[in-house]
C-alpha cells in the first residue's frame, strides 16, 4: 500500500568565475550597481547623441544603450577596457573580441547623484556583435531595509569553505562539534582540491565531526545537497564515546541514515567520499521518519552474507551506449570483476548476478586504490581488521564492512546498473507449540465465519507463500498447493520443507504453517482450519537453516511467483495473484523496491509481516510502498508486545503471543500446520506460533477471498478500502494510527466492500496529510484534509484535544474539505518536555479520524544559527530579466539578519538572501539556507517609484533547502504581484567593482 513520496533533486550549476564573464543560461546572473569607493578614468571612447570612436575592423564588437544618465559615466568590459559616456544613446567599445570570446560589461565610475545599472552585460560572442548591453541611469533615491528571521533548530558547520565565515575545525573526534538534539546542521565537506575555490578547496575537509547526546533509537539523518554519481559522494559514521565504530551508511544517493543503538554520547561523522557538497544532518527522534522508509543506504550493521554482492548490469541498450563511450562489454565487466576478486557465481548478465569474493587480498587492494581508504572508511576497516596500532581487530565485521566498501565501489562503475548486498532475512515466527479449530481464537476475532457464509474462496485464486517451503504432503495441506512451486535454497524444482533446525531438536516449518494459515483444508472433520477453504498455496522456498535467507534467493522466489525470469529457468502457468512474504530485515534494497514495484504492476498484491522488533524503524520488505504491511494483535485484540509499529504499518491482523491470558490452557500463538523432525524423520503436526509472520497470512487470506468475490480486485482497489476503513475495525486511537494502521482486519467487511467494489458502488472516506504532525520546536504545521471515494461526505466536528493546541481553517470548502493550520501555542507556565495531543475530525457519516500531535518545549535553546548570509537585491527588466544590483551581508544577531540597500532607484525588485557555504558565489545551492521577501513560496515585486519614501520591516525567514522546484521560473509574475515560484537557480552574491560620488 502506497504511503509516502519524497520529492526528486537536481544537480547545481557550477560556476566558473565570478570576475570574468558568466554563462548566460543561468536563470539569473550578475549586472551590478554601486557603492562607495574611487573612480578609475575613462577612455577608449566618448560618445554622445550616438557618435563614437571608429573601432577595428577586426573581430566583433560589443556594445548598447544608455538611458536616464545626466553627467559622465563610465563603463568597462572584462575588467580593462574603459570607455566614458557622456549622453543617452548608443555605445561600443573599441576593443573587439573574438568568436567565443566572454564579454562583462560593469559600471566603472557613476554619473554625479545617480545609480546605473547593467542588463543584459554579460555572456559569449557567437560570431556577431553585440548590441543589446543596456545601461540604465536613475536619481539615488528610496532606501530599502528589513531582517531576515534565522530559522529555528538550525545551527552551522564550524569549518565551511566560505572564507567570511567563522573557523573552527571540527575534522577529528577530538575537535568533535558539540551539539543539541534536536537540532539540523547546514555543513560542506570535500576532498581535496574538489568543489569551489575557498577555505577548503586545497587541503580537503574531508570529514566533519559532532558530539552529542542521544537516546536509543534517534535518527542520524544525511541529506546531501549535490548527490552526483562518481563525482559527488558523502558518507554518514556513528562512533560511541570511546571513539568504536558502531554504525555506517555510506550508499551513494542522496540520503543516508543511521540510529543510535543505545542511550548515551556519540560522534557522528560526515565524511566526503567523493566530490564536494553542501549537506543537511539531522538529528532527532523521528528525524527524517519518511525518507528513512525508502533511502537506498548501505549499512555496516546489516544482516548481510559477507564476502558477496549482487550486481546487476546495464540493459543492452544502456550497454550498447557505454560501450560507443568507451566502456567495457558484459564479458569485460566480469573480467574486471575477477580482477577485483570477486566472482560471478549465479544469474545472468540480463538481469541480477551473485558474484562472491574469491580473493579478499585483490579486493582489499582494489578498495585500498580507492578514495574510501583516504578517510572514515578506510580507517574503519584497518581498526576492524586488526591492521591499525596493534589493537585487536573483529574480522567478521571487517569481511561486511569491505563488502560495504566493494558494493560501494561497483556503484561507481558506469556499466553498473545497481549493486547491493545480499541481504539475510529471516522469518518472524519463533515460538512452536500445539492444538484444533476450537482453539482457534483467531479466527472469530476477524468475523470468518461470517464471512464463510458469503465465500469460502475460490481455487481460481493462487498465494504464493515465499518462506521455507510447504511440507508438501501434511494431510491439511497435501490438496491446497498448485503443483508448481520451487525450490532457490537447493535450485531444485521440489519446494517441500527439509526442516531448518531453527528450533533445537526441531525446526520451525515456518513456510508450512504460514500456507496453514491461509488455506489449510477446512471442513475436513480434522486438523485445522484454513482463513480460506478453497484458495490454492504455490510454495516457494527461499528461506534455508536457522529459517534466514538471502536478498537474492528471495528475490528469485518473487519472480519465479510473479511469472517473471528467474534463475528456475521456468514459470508456474498461472502465476500468483498474492504474494505473502512473512519474512524480513532492516535494510532497504533498491532492487527489491523495483521488483516489487514491477510485481504491483502487474495486479498482484503483496502482503509483508511488518517485523518482531517493537521499533517503529521500517522493517523491509513490509515498509515499501505498494506492499501491505501487517502489525499483529494478542488474544486480547491489542498490539502485541513484539510487534513493529510506526508510520509504515497499514493493518493490523492476529498474531498471537506466548502464555495463556484467554485460560483455555493453551499458548496464546496462532494455531496451524505444522511438522516435527525432532526424531528425525519428519511428522506432520500442528502447533501454535506467534509473530508477525502468524499474521500477514491472515490478511493475505482475506484478500484470496476478496478476489474471489471480485476476481478484477487491483492492489489500488485494496488501498482505497484500507484507507476508507472499508475492511477494518478501528482499534486503538480513532483513524489510522502507527500500531493498527487503518484497524484491525475483518473479514466481513473485506467480503462485502469487495462485493461493493465489483458493482461499482461508491466508497467514501476521509484522509489527511500528515497524519501525524510533530512540531518539535516549530509552531505551525499545514494540514490538507481530503475526501476518498465520490460519495456525499462532509465534516461535522473538529476537536483539538488539548489547550495547548489549535485548528484553523485555512482554505476548508463548505464541506470541511481542504487546508487546515495547526498551531502550538507554548505557555511560560510549561515545564520543559514532550507533549502529545489529538485532532479529531468527524465525518456526516458518523467516521471518525485522528490526528496525533507532539511538540517539544524548552525553558532555554541554543542560539540558533544557518551561517553568514548574504541579502542580495535584483532588478527586474522590462523582459523580466533579473539582474543583482546591490548586496549586503552578515551574520546572525539576536536571531535575525539585518539588511539595507541606500539610494534605489526607480524600478522593480525583488529581495533574496541566503548563505554560500561552498564559497562558490551562488545562493540557491541544494543544501544551503534560502530565503525571499515576503516567502519563497509567494515571491512579491517591490515597485520603487520617484521620490519613494524608504521602505523598512521588509522582513523575511530563512532556511535549509534541499530542492527548490515549481513549473515557474523565477523570472516569471507580473509588476507589484506575487509570482508564486520557487525555481530559483542561482543567484550571485558578489558585485563588480563600481565607484559612486
Not at 556577431?128 to 534565522?150: I, M, N, R
Not at 549465479?346 to 583516504?374: K, N, Y
Not at 506432520?684 to 484470496?704: E, I, L, N, Q, R
Not at 549586503?888 to 539595507?900: F, N, Q
Request: with cysteine.
Amino acid at each position: 500500500m502506497g504511503h509516502r513520496g519524497r520529492s526528486g533533486h537536481r544537480g547545481k550549476a557550477r560556476i566558473v568565475a565570478l570576475s570574468v564573464a558568466m554563462a548566460a543560461l543561468l536563470a539569473i546572473a550578475c549586472g551590478c550597481g554601486s557603492r562607495s569607493g574611487s573612480g578609475s578614468g575613462g577612455g577608449g571612447g566618448l560618445i554622445g547623441g550616438g557618435g563614437s570612436t571608429p573601432p577595428s575592423t577586426s573581430g566583433y564588437a560589443v556594445g548598447g544603450s544608455v538611458t536616464g544618465m545626466r553627467g559622465t559615466l563610465v563603463l568597462q568590459n572584462n575588467d580593462g577596457d574603459d570607455l566614458t559616456v557622456s549622453a543617452d544613446g548608443t555605445f561600443t567599445f573599441s576593443t573587439r573580441l573574438g568568436n567565443r570570446a566572454a564579454y562583462y560589461v560593469t559600471v566603472a565610475t557613476l554619473p554625479a547623484g545617480q545609480n546605473c545599472y547593467v542588463v543584459k552585460g554579460y555572456g559569449y560572442v557567437y560570431g556577431a556583435d553585440v548590441t543589446d548591453v543596456q545601461v540604465a541611469c536613475g536619481d539615488k533615491g528610496t532606501d530599502l531595509s528589513g531582517s531576515v528571521a534565522v530559522p529555528q533548530g538550525v545551527l552551522t558547520d564550524s569549518d565551511v569553505n566560505d572564507v567570511n565565515e567563522p573557523y573552527v575545525s571540527n575534522d577529528t573526534i577530538g575537535t568533535a562539534q558539540p551539539i543539541p538534539n534536536p537540532i539540523a546542521i547546514g555543513g560542506y565537506v570535500n576532498r581535496p582540491r574538489a568543489g569551489a575555490s575557498g577555505r577548503s578547496y586545497g587541503t580537503g575537509d574531508v570529514d566533519d565531526y559532532f558530539q552529542v547526546q542521544l537516546k536509543a533509537g534517534d535518527a542520524i539523518s544525511l541529506a546531501v545537497g549535490e548527490p552526483i554519481p562518481l563525482f559527488n559522494d558523502l558518507d554518514l559514521y556513528l562512533y560511541d564515546s570511546a571513539g568504536v565504530l558502531q554504525d555506517s551508511s555510506v550508499g551513494s544517493g542522496a540520503y543516508e541514515i543511521l540510529h543510535a543503538p543505545a542511550d548515551g554520547t556519540y560522534f557522528v561523522n560526515v565524511y566526503a567520499y567523493a566530490g564536494a557538497s553542501n549537506y543537511i544532518l539531522t538529528i532527532g527522534t523521528d528525524a527524517m521518519l519518511g525518507m528513512s522508509a525508502n533511502a537506498p543506504t548501505l549499512s555496516s550493521q546489516s544482516e548481510i552474507v559477507p564476502d558477496q554482492v549482487i550486481v546487476r548490469l546495464k540493459d543492452t541498450a544502456e550497454a550498447a551506449q557505454a560501450q560507443a563511450a568507451g566502456t567495457a562489454s558484459a564479458q569485460e565487466a566480469l573480467s574486471q570483476f575477477s580482477a577485483m576478486g570477486l566472482q560471478a557465481v549465479s544469474g545472468a548478465t540480463g538481469r541480477e548476478m551473485l558474484l562472491a569474493v574469491e580473493d579478499a587480498d585483490a579486493l582489499e587492494a582494489s578498495i585500498t586504490a580507492g578514495a574510501s581508504t583516504q578517510g572514515a572508511a578506510g580507517k574503519a576497516f584497518k581498526a576492524l581488521s586488526g591492521r591499525e596500532g596493534g589493537k585487536q581487530g573483529d574480522p567478521e565485521k571487517a569481511r561486511k564492512l569491505q563488502t560495504i566498501q566493494a558494493i560501494k565501489a561497483l556503484r561507481q562503475r558506469s556499466d553498473v546498473a545497481a549493486a547491493e548486498p545480499n541481504y539475510i532475512l529471516r522469518g518472524y515466527g519463533v515460538t512452536p507449540d500445539d492444538a484444533y479449530y476450537v482453539r482457534q481464537w483467531h479466527y472469530p476475532m476477524i468475523n470468518l465465519p461470517e464471512a464463510w457464509a458469503q465465500t469460502k474462496g475460490s481455487d481460481n485464486v493462487v498465494v504464493a507463500v515465499i518462506d521455507t517451503g510447504v511440507l508438501k504432503n501434511h494431510p491439511d495441506l497435501q490438496n491446497r498447493l498448485t503443483g508448481t512451486g520451487y525450490d532457490f535454497v537447493d535450485g531444485d524444482s521440489d519446494p517441500d520443507d527439509p526442516g531448518d533446525g531453527s528450533f533445537g531438536a526441531s525446526s520451525s516449518f515456518h513456510g508450512t504453517h504460514v500456507a496453514g494459515t491461509i488455506a489449510a483444508q477446512t471442513g475436513n472433520a480434522s486438523g485445522v482450519a484454513g482463513v480460506t477453504w478453497q484458495t490454492k498455496v504455490m510454495p516457494v522456498r527461499v528461506l534455508g537453516k536457522g529459517g534466514a535467507g538471502t536478498s537474492y534467493d528471495i528475490r528469485q522466489g518473487i519472480r519465479y511467483a510473479a511469472g517473471m525470469d528467474n534463475d528456475s529457468g521456468a514459470v508456474p502457468a498461472h502465476h500468483a495473484d498474492i504474494i505473502n512474504l512473512s519474512l524480513g530485515g532492516e535494510s532497504y534494497d533498491s532492487l527489491d523496491k523495483e521488483l516489487l514495484d514491477q510485481v504491483r504492476a502487474k495486479g498482484i498484491v503483496v502482503v509483508a509481516a511488518a517485523g518482531n522488533s517493537a521499533t517503529n524503524r521500517p522493517s523491509y520488505p513490509a515498509a515499501y510502498d505498494g506492499v501491505v504491511s501487517v502489525s499483529a494483535v494478542d488474544v486480547n485484540g491489542t498490539k502485541a508486545s513484539y510487534s513493529n509499529y510506526g508510520a509504515t504499518i497499514d493493518i493490523a491482523a492476529p498474531g498471537g503471543n506466548s502464555g495463556d491470558l484467554n485460560g483455555d490452557g493453551y499458548s496464546d500463538g496462532v494455531l496451524s500446520t505444522g511438522g516435527d523432525d525432532s526424531s528425525g524423520t519428519i511428522t506432520f503436526t500442528y502447533k501454535t506460533m506467534y509473530g508477525t509472520s502468524m499474521a500477514s497470512p491472515h490478511v493475505a487470506g482475506v484478500v484470496a477471498l476478496m478476489k474471489a468475490v471480485h476476481p478484477g480486485l487491483t492492489p489500488d482497489d485494496l488501498d482505497a478500502l484500507i484507507a476508507t476503513g472499508k475492511i477494518t475495525d478501528d482499534i486503538g486511537a480513532a483513524g489510522r494510527d502507527d500500531s493498527y494502521g487503518y484497524g484491525l482486519v475483518n473479514a466481513l467487511k473485506a467480503v462485502t466492500a469487495a462485493h461493493e467494489v465489483a458493482g461499482g458502488m461508491a466508497i467514501t472516506g476521509m484522509n489527511a496529510t500528515p497524519r501525524s504532525v510533530n512540531f518539535g520546536i516549530g509552531n505551525s504545521i499545514p494540514v490538507t484534509v481530503s475526501k476518498i471515494g465520490s460519495g456525499a461526505l462532509s465534516i461535522t466536528g473538529v476537536v483539538a484535544s488539548d489547550a495547548w493546541l489549535t485548528v484553523t481553517p485555512v482554505s476548508a470548502d463548505a464541506n470541511g474539505f481542504g487546508g487546515y493550520r495547526f498551531d502550538a501555542n507554548r505557555s511560560p507556565s510549561m515545564q520543559d518536555g514532550a507533549y502529545t495531543a489529538t485532532v479529531t475530525f468527524t465525518a456526516s457519516s458518523g467516521d471518525v479520524m485522528v490526528i496525533s500531535v507532539s511538540m517539544l518545549v524548552r525553558s532555554t535553546s541554543p542560539d540558533y544559527d544557518a551561517g553568514r548570509h548574504y541579502m542580495v537585491l535584483l532588478r527586474v527588466g522590462e523582459g523580466d530579466e533579473m539582474e543583482v544590483v546591490d548586496m549586503d551581508e552578515g551574520s546572525v544577531s539576536g536571531g535575525y539578519y539585518t539588511y539595507s540597500f541606500r539610494d534605489v532607484v526607480p524600478g522593480r525588485y525583488r529581495i533574496f538572501a541566503g548563505s554560500d557555504r561552498d564559497n562558490d558565489g551562488y545562493l540557491a545551492d541544494e543544501g544551503e539556507a534560502l530565503g525571499a521577501y515576503p516567502t519563497l513560496d509567494q515571491i512579491l515585486d517591490l515597485d520603487v517609484a520617484a521620490g519613494s519614501a524608504s521602505m523598512g520591516n521588509l522582513d523575511f525567514p530563512t532556511d535549509l533547502h534541499l530542492a527548490i522546484e515549481s513549473t515557474e521560473s523565477l523570472a516569471s509574475g507580473g509588476g507589484g504581484g506575487a509570482t508564486g515560484a520557487t525555481n530559483v537557480r542561482a543567484i550571485p552574491r558578489r558585485l563588480a567593482p563600481a565607484t559612486g560620488q
